[in-house]
């Protein structure tokens, strides 16, 4: 992990910044997966946050939500931790909708977020 982008989380605030892409801009051709790389530090182990992965129009209700439990990956508190998830997407998603990637903290602790990276996969 860098340190260059790390992004707090905590009950103050419990999104970290987000990957947020117009869904047009990603590919014109329908979409399997989300590929989603990051490193998490947590002040106590297995904290109440989550990798979430959203498509939404505006401030609509999102159009498609998902979501990877950290509480039980996360055991390992004071420490960064590489995580690892692949996201199913719903091939619905509409090409004027925005895909986002986040965490989502709703720990009474600090959780922090480094070197988010993300990958769409196109189907074949």
Known sequence: ?????????????????AFKRKRSEITSNPLKSVEVNCYVYAEKSNPNCALVCVANIGDNPPLFF?????KG????????QKISNVFALDNTIPQDSYISVFLMNQDSSAVYLDDLSVKFIEKK
């Not at 998902?66 to 950290?70: A, D, F, I, Q």
């Open 1 to 17: 992990h860098s340190g260059d982008y790390v992004s707090k989380t905590d009950p103050g605030c419990i999104y970290s910044f």
């Open 73 to 80: 990956v996360v055991t390992t508190p004071k420490q960064w």
């Open 66 to 70: 998902t979501s990877y439990p950290l």
